[in-house]
């Protein structure tokens, strides 16, 4: 069952958008909880990569999601953290072969059912930023505020190489740029929860704005449903 009485804003768009940003930004700012849902297809990957159990077999993905003993915690600067069997492993998921990999395994219908309640437990008051692909349209299409990000392929994969980088995770941007093509191609394509914007979503391109003049747009979009 939902908690729907616990408001929600939900962020979806493709990867590299800056959703990610924008929705930890937002949730500072409401003093709200954080669910980066990508975060859960990502642990999924990573555990399924350690059982050698290939992105296309179900059935076995279904019981190792149903044996997995991930926690999430968010730190104080609202980072959301992963761990699997206590280790820390929020480092470790963001390699872009992780990636890939969840988005492959994102496909199968059973386990984003599966995966439903575990995102669902994350509306907890006063209130809930949840981002990823189908927050708006399928996880909680009771939002009160629906945002759809969106952005030019090269703008998200220059972001995108940037924010890997960052991380010292040493990867080319003509292979980011590749990756972020394939991805968005299974993502839109996909016969379950493909991505798309919720009818309801506002949607903002932000292949020329800043993260600053994104996050003001979406401040007052909620400040403008609050008043309706
Ligand atoms: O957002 P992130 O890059 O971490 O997501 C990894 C993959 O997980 C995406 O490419 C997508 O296929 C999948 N995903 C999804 N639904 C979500 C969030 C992520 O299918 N709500």
């Known amino acids: ?20 940003t924008v929705a930890h930004l937002l949730s500072k700012r409401l003093n709200w909880h954080l669910l980066d849902s990508g975060s859960i297809y990502r642990v999924v990957a990573f555990a399924a990569e350690k059982a050698a159990i290939s992105v296309d077999d179900s059935d076995n993905l279904l019981s190792l999601i149903n044996a997995l003993k991930a926690t999430f915690s968010t730190d104080d600067e609202g980072i959301m953290h ?11 998921i963001r390699e872009p072969h992780i990636g890939q990999a969840a988005s492959q395994l994102s496909v199968h219908p059973a386990i984003r059912t599966a ?3 575990c995102q669902r ?8 930023v949840a981002d990823g692909r189908d927050m708006g349209t399928v996880v909680f299409p009771d939002a009160q505020l629906k945002i759809f990000l969106d952005a030019s392929p090269e703008a998200r994969a220059i972001r995108r190489h940037r924010q890997l980088l960052a991380q010292a995770i040493n990867v080319t941007l003509k292979d980011v740029f590749a990756q972020i093509i ?10 379950v ?17 800043s993260v600053d ?4 747009q979406v401040v007052l979009q909620w400040d403008l449903c609050q008043h309706k």
């Open 193 to 209: 929860a493909p991505l798309k914007a919720a009818k309801d979503a506002i949607i903002i391109d932000t292949t020329t704005l």
């Open 82 to 92: 992963v761990f699997l069997n206590k280790e820390d492993i929020t480092a470790r």
């Open 182 to 191: 394939e991805r968005d191609e299974r993502d839109r394509t996909r016969a």
């Open 1 to 20: 069952m939902q908690n729907t009485a616990t408001p929600v804003i939900t962020i979806d768009g493709p990867g590299g958008v800056g959703k990610g």
């Open 121 to 128: 437990q994350f509306r907890k008051p006063k209130g809930l």
């Open 213 to 216: 003049e994104v996050f003001a």
């Open 115 to 117: 995966l439903l309640d």
